[in-house]
């Protein structure tokens, strides 16, 4: 069992934790009282102005770069390995 975005495993009898962008946004069921991520048409029509959805892409740190060129000749299983962890944290963490 992993605990997700607490970092407290042992005190609480985890084997580890990991960190989960979970900020979506939610919806109250009429049917139920159970919570549910809203859909994009949801989403829209809930929208100020214009009704459509959109997303932004960015380069973060040169990001595309180094995707581009590889880590070069100082390439090896640990850097990539390392590479693929720092990005996952990056972008997992809240």
Aim: aromatic share 10%; glycine share 6%; charged share 30%.
């Amino acid at each position: 069992m992993f605990l997700m975005n607490d970092t407290d495993f042992l005190d609480k009898g985890a084997d580890g934790f990991k960190f989960l962008a979970i900020s979506v946004p939610r919806e109250k069921q009429e049917s139920s009282q159970r919570e549910e991520i809203m859909s994009f048409e949801v989403l829209c029509e809930q929208a100020e102005g214009d009704k459509k959805l959109s997303f932004a892409r960015a380069d973060v740190d040169n990001l595309g770069l180094i995707f581009r060129k590889g880590l070069g000749d100082e390439y090896s299983i640990s850097r990539v390995a390392t590479l693929s962890r720092s990005l996952d944290l990056f972008f997992s963490v809240i």
